[in-house]
């Protein structure tokens, strides 16, 4: 557990209504981090909005999956994009979008020069109304990603090859409908994966090769339905295992009986055999007790998800990381963060971000800022310095609002504009100027439809009241001439033909087509694996649900009754031990 801290102040966060603490490390850290000026020190204050509230303002910056098909603004050419097309024609229904968006290979162009856009600093117009009109006039680039070959439909993705909607990952070849895995091959519906190869509906996982259904395991092999399993082999319906073959529903039997018992799944109406083979592993599964957080090689720290983490508190989905707090998905080597989201890559020094890495440093109030330091309010900008409320900007330093300053010049201004933000948040009351994160209403997306949505789903009014932008617009089912309903699918994938490429498949659950693509069925036929029933969104949105909310709470080791800091909530039906207790029950 992380070393006790002092609680220094409770405040009431301006959107929830909830309380929140603020304690000597918060105050140590905020002061760390304040930038200095001419030998003056500009301190950064303790945070208006609780911790859940301030990632939902973060991840409300940040749309991953939400594709649209729109013409580039520079070539008018077809492309995709996360940002749909223009504003919105029924303004009751939200906020347009006005932003310039240019295809990837045309924004990064060097014949675009970002420094063409710049703005003198106005005193008398608050500083995001000038940064969000910096935002619309500067040309924002379709999608996030990098050295991608043949993997047009991915984004926040870098390194892949031959991927399909796989989104915020790396280095991956042949997987299709994947979120967040690194280094895997020819898998598909998989999220939260590391070095797995020839998987299905694995989640959360390593090392693991031709698997289906699995969940939080490692080294895995040839087996379906498994949970919280390791160096397990031919094994089905099975949790808490280790060094384990030819297991069914956690009974141990002969290869003879296993391969028997698999062919009869696979006999009659497979569909329903695996619903059926799916609750009865379901059922067994919570008769077993549950190590109370997902963490690996960790000290002095909490959370969920971590894997190699010192001295880090609230964190999650994180691996490699060292002094941090309220964090999600920080890693590789980041040290000294607090409320990032996406920050890693030997980020040091970072605050309220949302990705940001690669060596940055001293970074506060950022979004996708890459190789950068000392910058604040910078949007897309890479290899930078010591810039001030810029977008798109690459190897520039002492730059505001994307207009370059001598240093004397930046140092000078700089200071200004931060008295005036303080200044105009005293006035309105509000903290709409604050010297906080972007204000919830300078984002390039709508509330609904980034990541922020999936966490904490907010209604119009609701988002509206909380100063999210919000439509309510609904891209229309796209027009089809052929569609199957799911229950006219063949259970056999082996029979059917390449027809279904040229037909929709309409979602038992949203009644939405999707359709499958070539690859895709390639997959479902060498791993005899029936055709899906549902569509990828409602498919990912299942397997997100397997996994644990980010809100911890505290409780008792149901073995020992030893205090323990779980996202298990009492009001679940699992068996929650400590570590120890797990560990003994499962390993010794």
Not at 46 to 63: A, I, K, T, V
Not at 252 to 280: H, M, P, W
Request: hydrophobic share 30%; with cysteine.
């Amino acid at each position: 557990m992380p070393m006790p801290e002092k609680i220094i102040e409770t405040k009431i966060c301006k959107h929830c209504g909830s309380s929140f603490d603020i304690t000597d490390n918060d105050l140590d850290f905020y002061d760390k981090i304040s930038p200095i000026f001419n030998w003056k020190k500009y301190p950064i204050p303790s945070p208006s909005l609780c911790p859940d509230c301030r990632q939902r303002r973060r991840l409300s910056r940040r749309n991953e999956r939400n594709l649209y098909k729109r013409k580039c603004d520079l070539t008018w050419k077809d492309m995709i994009s996360i940002y749909s097309e223009a504003p919105a024609k029924d303004a009751s229904l939200g906020a347009g979008k006005p932003f310039k968006v240019y295809n990837q290979k045309s924004r990064r162009s060097d014949d675009r020069n970002p420094l063409d856009y710049g703005m003198l600093f106005d005193p008398a117009t608050p500083f995001f109304t000038q940064f969000q009109k910096l935002l619309n006039q500067v040309p924002l680039q379709a999608l996030i990603g990098a050295n991608n070959e043949n993997s047009d439909y991915i984004n926040l993705t870098a390194d892949s090859k031959n991927c399909y909607i796989v989104i915020e990952s790396s280095n991956n070849e042949d997987c299709y409908h994947c979120y967040r895995i690194q280094k895997c091959k020819r898998c598909c519906d998989c999220s939260f994966c590391h070095e797995c190869e020839h998987c299905y509906e694995t989640h959360n996982c390593k090392f693991c090769y031709n698997t289906a259904r699995i969940q939080d395991s490692q080294k895995c092999a040839n087996s379906m339905f498994l949970r919280d399993c390791l160096g397990c082999s031919y094994c089905f319906g099975c949790s808490n295992l280790v060094n384990k073959s030819y297991c069914v529903y956690n009974q141990q039997v002969s290869k003879e009986e296993y391969e028997k018992f698999i062919k009869e799944l696979y006999t009659g109406n497979i569909c329903n055999n695996l619903r059926d083979a799916r609750e009865k592993f379901h059922m067994l599964d919570l008769q077993l007790p549950k190590k109370f957080a997902h963490l690996t090689h960790v000290e002095n720290t909490t959370g969920d998800y971590l894997n190699n983490a010192k001295n880090c508190s609230f964190c999650s989905d994180g691996y490699d990381v060292e002094e941090c707090k309220y964090g999600e998905h920080v890693r590789r080597n980041a040290k000294f963060v607090m409320d990032g989201s996406t920050v890693g890559r030997d980020a040091e020094l970072i605050y309220e971000a949302i990705n940001c890495g690669i060596g940055a440093q001293h970074n506060s109030f950022v979004a996708i800022c890459r190789s950068s330091s000392y910058m604040n309010y910078c949007f897309s900008c890479f290899s930078c310095t010591n810039c001030f409320g810029c977008v798109w900007l690459r190897n520039k330093e002492y730059c505001v609002l994307n207009r370059q300053y001598s240093k004397e010049e930046y140092e000078k201004l700089v200071p200004q504009i931060i008295e005036k933000m303080m200044s105009d948040s005293a006035e309105d009351g509000a903290g709409s100027s604050r010297w906080e994160f972007f204000p919830s209403h300078v984002s390039p997306f709508w509330y609904n439809e980034t990541v922020a949505m999936e966490d904490a789903p907010l209604t119009k009014e609701e988002a509206l009241k909380k100063g999210f932008n919000r439509n309510d617009y609904e891209t229309p089912f796209p027009q089809v001439e052929k569609t199957l309903k799911a229950n006219e699918l063949p259970d056999d994938i082996q029979k059917v033909s390449n027809q279904i490429l040229d037909q929709a498949i309409v979602c038992e659950v949203t009644g939405k087509p999707f359709r499958i693509v070539k690859q895709e069925l390639e997959f479902y036929r060498t791993h005899n694996i029936p055709l899906p029933h549902r569509h990828p969104d409602q498919r990912r949105k299942e397997r997100m649900s397997l996994r644990n909310p980010r809100k911890l709470r505290d409780r008792k080791c149901m073995k020992c009754w030893a205090d323990i800091k779980t996202s298990y909530s009492p009001e679940r039906p699992e068996i929650v031990y400590c570590e120890n207790c797990y560990n003994k029950e499962v390993y010794w």
